[in-house]
T-cell receptor, first 112, second 110 residues
C-alpha cells in the first residue's frame, strides 16, 4: 500500500511569487491535513479537509489556502510568498476524525 | 499558547538504557495521543498512540504511559539503540486537528 505522496520534494521561490503543493493520501483515506514545520515554531496546523470540505483551519493568514478533490488528493497554495514562509510543509492523511494520521515526506519550500 | 508541552528538549542516553520523554496538556477535549518519530529530511512517522480509556500501551520496546487525572503522558523507549536517535514529537487531538509538542532530540550513544 503506497504511503502519502507529496510533490514536489523541494522548491525554491522568490518573494512575492505563489506556490502550489500537492498531496496524494493513502488509498481509502478521505481526510487530509496540512502542517508547517519550522525550527522556531515546530509543527503548526494549517487546515484539514474531509470529502472536499475544509473542516478545520489553523491560525494562518489568508495567503494560505487549500482544496481537496473528489479523489481525496489535496493541494495547498501560498500566495505572495514571504521569507518567513520558508519551511517544511507536511501533509497527513487519515481515514477520518480520531483515526491514525500518516505523514508524507514533506515539501521543503525555500523563499529567497 | 502551547497546547501540548513536551520535555526535555534534548536527551542523551547510553545504548541499552531507557529513554523517557514527557508531555502535558490542558484541554480535556483531547482524546487521542500519538507519538511520532522523525529522522532528518523525513516526515514524522507514527510510532505508537493511546486513547484516554487506557493507562498504558506497549508495542515492542515502546510504551506510552497515560495519566488522565494529571493530564500527562510519556513515551518510554526500553533498551534504547543508536538507530533510535531521532526527534520525537508527542501530539494530542480533539478530533482531526493535531497539536504537537515542541519535540525532543534523542541521541543514543553506542
Amino acid at each position: 500500500k503506497a504511503g502519502v505522496t507529496q510533490t514536489p520534494r523541494y522548491l525554491i521561490k522568490t518573494r512575492g511569487q505563489q506556490v502550489t503543493l500537492s498531496c496524494s493520501p493513502i488509498s481509502g483515506h478521505r481526510s487530509v491535513s496540512w502542517y508547517q514545520q519550522t525550527p522556531g515554531q515546530g509543527l503548526q496546523f494549517l487546515f484539514e479537509y474531509f470529502s472536499e470540505t475544509q473542516r478545520n483551519k489553523g491560525n494562518f493568514p489568508g495567503r494560505f489556502s487549500g482544496r481537496q478533490f473528489s479523489n481525496s488528493r489535496s493541494e495547498m497554495n501560498v500566495s505572495t510568498l514571504e521569507l518567513g514562509d520558508s519551511a517544511l510543509y507536511l501533509c497527513a492523511s487519515s481515514l477520518g476524525l480520531g483515526a491514525e494520521a500518516f505523514f508524507g515526506q514533506g515539501t521543503r519550500l525555500t523563499v529567497v | 499558547q502551547q497546547q501540548v508541552k513536551q520535555s526535555p528538549q534534548s536527551l542523551i542516553v547510553q545504548k541499552g538504557g531507557i529513554s523517557i520523554i514527557n508531555c502535558a496538556y490542558e484541554n480535556t477535549a483531547f482524546d487521542y495521543f500519538p507519538w511520532y518519530q522523525q529522522f532528518p529530511g523525513k516526515g514524522p512517522a507514527l510510532l505508537i498512540a493511546i486513547r484516554p480509556d487506557v493507562s498504558e500501551k506497549k508495542e515492542g520496546r515502546f510504551t506510552i504511559s497515560f495519566n488522565k487525572s494529571a493530564k500527562q503522558f510519556s513515551l518510554h523507549i526500553m533498551d534504547s539503540q543508536p538507530g533510535d536517535s531521532a526527534t520525537y514529537f508527542c501530539a494530542a487531538s480533539p478530533l482531526g486537528q493535531f497539536y504537537f509538542g515542541t519535540g525532543t532530540s534523542l541521541t543514543v550513544i553506542p
